[in-house]
């Protein structure tokens, strides 16, 4: 029987934006939901989100936006995971972000957006049923390194 | 038995324990009380009924109350209150190039705003330029973009700095925006004693809250001081700091912890002027405060109410200050823009009325309601007016400005008063302990309580614990959606334009000796504003000069608790 491993998932605050509070009690909610959760610490840029994911072999990346940039900074993430070859990081998000540009960020590649107001249930609910641990095959669990 | 046989006879209680046996008892058979768990929106408990009793037995009006514009300003700062002079309605805005600001400034000096306050975007108040890797995707997103005092000329066109009142939400990069601002009223040809208006320049609260920061705490007192001793001599009627609690509740705090952080804050502000060779009251009378008003009506009152009597006393007690301005404390209140929800927006009105109106009971000197998109976007003209005209409707039809702390002797408010100062300083106690609010900090202290309280707020929520309208309960499918505002990306090429256009213009040769002259004055003991207002009228970018104090003074990097 192999016992499936837990999620790991990286949270970020991404650009200049402080307002840490979210990001904060998302990743406290996926902890308390048996995940392991690597939240960045403010003031990164997507390159630094990027090399931090690859870096810790996370199976998806939250990223928290409040400060406007949204429409910038998510597809950059997106970029950037591409030329590194890792598209198959899921990236979700949340923070101050219109309903217009919803689709439009989900179109760019962004699996999720959950806006103000949403309960934290509902974010671990969804993480459960859409994230996968990455390279996870139960043929071959022992080569994973 | 006396009285009790002459039928229909009212015979009252005589203490509280009487009543719950005789009264209470029976009626909670009848009508069981609700369910709810009754407490504030910090989790304070609330009791059933307030008396006399629960003021305690060295409750004394005159140690506890005093009278208006008297120590220890319970209940306000001013004899008359809002008789003499309503609040200052002073709401918030920024967006875009400093074009478009201006134009927004002088719609809302047009519509009988009384004050302007400025917001800055986050690459200007993390003290970097448009052009700034970090700052790409941020331009003009969350205020007005200021790269050189050429920006800050356009700010403030056509509008005389000697006639208006400015708030300035800046920090980490306060000192170089006030020169800037310096600059202009020079410019204008008006005396820098006549300036009027408040920087907000509480960088502790940054590390504690909103996180927009440069250099590490203690560096950052310096400049402040600086800039105190300054104001002092130069810019006599310019609030100095704006110490804020408003952050510090956003990033998810109590009341409490909202109330005993922020003076803790001014403490540590307080200490250093002195440390600094200030007399206190050459300083003392132009710090402000800055605070919340969040849902929990009577709790908010409290707090504002608790946080003037409890300054006065340090003020006069601690620091020995002679002056009546250095116990006052005068603040500036926004309504909780962490309460507003993007679910049926236009509930928010109500929600800000609500907030306001605890301000306004609770002896606020000026007020920013919040705009009913503001968990969508930049408000709108439309929303920002509403909010506007929401203080305007409480000012003039609520009949609430006519009398001095209306609330005043109410058993409630006076017990809930009580107990937000005992509760606040215990935490001041704590953190006194660990050596004061720095040492607090960079030990992660107050970071950690808030976010420990931000959770615990969201559990209540999510676990319908604690009510939130159309969120947890009364949601609704379909959702009237206002119009917001929209900044478009031609912001930034705009705001890149035109800095590469004053770059091009300006004098290389005297920016690079102004720089050089401020960093050397950084690493004596020289006050640093004079040597950065040169820098600013040489047209030197906010980048520019704050990095050119990073070889002395460092940057800051967060010990991240989770």
């Keep these: 029987m192999v016992q499936e491993r837990p999620l790991r998932l990286l949270v970020g605050k991404v650009g200049l934006d402080g307002h840490d509070r979210g990001a904060k009690i998302i990743a406290r909610a996926l902890r308390d939901a048996g995940m392991e959760v690597v939240y960045t610490g403010l003031h990164q840029t997507p390159e630094m989100v990027v090399e931090t994911a690859l870096q810790e072999d996370v199976d998806a990346i939250a990223l928290s936006i409040l400060s406007g940039a949204h429409n910038y900074l998510f597809p950059r993430v997106l970029e950037l995971l591409r030329e590194r070859g890792a598209e198959d990081i899921p990236v979700f998000g949340g923070g101050i972000i219109p309903e217009e540009d919803i689709p439009g960020l989900k179109q760019a590649g962004i699996k999720e957006i959950f806006t103000p107001g949403s309960s934290t249930r509902d974010i671990v609910e969804w993480v459960r049923t859409h994230i996968k641990p990455r390279g996870w095959n139960t043929d071959a669990p022992q080569e994973r390194t | ?562």
């Design chain 2, 1 to 562: 038995m006396e009285g009790s046989s002459k039928p229909g006879a009212v015979r009252g209680a005589r203490s509280k324990r009487e009543w719950e046996q005789r009264t209470l008892r029976e009626a909670l058979r009848h009508q069981p009380e609700r369910p709810d768990s009754f407490t504030t929106v910090s989790g304070m408990p609330i009791e059933r009924l307030y008396t006399p009793e629960d003021l305690g037995p060295d409750w004394s009006y005159d140690a506890r109350l005093g009278y208006p514009g008297e120590y220890p300003f319970t209940r306000g700062i001013h004899a008359t209150m809002y008789r003499g002079r309503l609040w200052t309605m002073r709401q918030f805005a920024g967006f875009g190039t400093a074009r478009e600001t201006n134009a927004r400034f002088r719609y809302l000096l047009q519509q009988g705003q009384t004050g302007l306050s400025v917001a800055f975007d986050l690459p200007t108040l993390m003290g970097r330029d448009s052009d700034d890797p970090l700052a790409r995707g941020e331009v003009g997103r969350e205020g007005v973009a200021i790269d050189t005092l050429a920006d800050m000329e356009t700010l403030f066109e056509s509008i005389p700095l000697d006639r208006v009142s400015t708030s300035m939400t800046i920090n980490a990069p306060a000192a170089v925006i006030f020169c800037m601002y310096l600059a202009v009223a020079e410019k204008q040809g008006v005396p820098l004693a006549k300036l009027r208006g408040t920087l907000q320049n509480d960088i502790l609260k940054e590390y504690i809250a909103q996180k927009e920061w440069i250099y590490p705490p203690r560096p950052s007192l310096r400049i402040i001081t600086d800039l105190m001793a300054f104001c002092a001599r130069h810019v006599p009627l310019w609030n100095t700091i704006s110490i804020s609690g408003y952050h510090i509740r956003e990033a998810g705090s109590t009341a409490v912890q909202e109330l005993a952080f922020t003076l803790a804050d001014g403490l540590t502000y307080v200490q250093a002027g002195i440390e600094a060779g200030l007399d206190v009251d050459a300083f003392a009378p132009r710090l402000s405060f800055f605070f919340n008003s969040h849902n929990d009506f009577f709790e908010e009152i409290a707090k504002f109410r608790a946080a003037r009597r409890m300054w006065a006393r340090f003020m006069r007690e601690r620091f020995g200050a002679q002056n009546p301005r250095s116990w006052m404390l005068r603040f500036h209140t926004q309504t909780a823009g962490c309460s507003l929800t993007a679910q049926q927006p236009y509930n928010n009105i109500v929600r800000v009325t609500v907030q306001a109106l605890a301000a306004i009971l609770g002896g606020t000197q000026s007020l920013h309601t919040n705009s009913l998109d503001e968990t969508l976007a930049l408000p709108s003209e439309q929303a920002v007016t509403i909010a506007l005209r929401t203080q305007q409707i409480l000012a003039e039809e609520s009949g609430v400005a006519h009398t001095v702390d209306p609330l005043g002797g109410s058993y409630f408010v006076e017990a809930l008063t009580d107990r937000m100062e005992r509760e606040a300083l215990d935490y001041i106690e704590r953190i006194e302990a660990m050596g004061g609010m720095v040492a607090a900090i960079e030990a992660g202290f107050p970071q950690r309580e808030i976010a420990e309280a931000a959770y615990r707020y969201q559990r209540e929520v999510d676990e319908g614990r604690k009510t939130i309208v159309g969120v947890n309960r009364y949601r609704m499918d379909e959702e009237a959606r206002p119009e917001i505002l929209r900044i478009g990306p031609e912001v930034e090429r705009l705001q890149l334009e035109r800095l590469a256009q004053v770059k091009a213009a300006r004098d290389e040769r005297r920016v690079q000796r102004a720089l050089a002259a401020l960093q050397q004055a950084a690493r004596g003991e020289e006050n640093l504003l004079g040597p950065m207002l040169e820098c600013v009228k040489a047209y030197a970018t906010v980048g520019e000069i704050c990095s050119s104090l990073v070889p002395v003074f460092g940057t800051y990097q967060e010990a991240t608790v989770l």
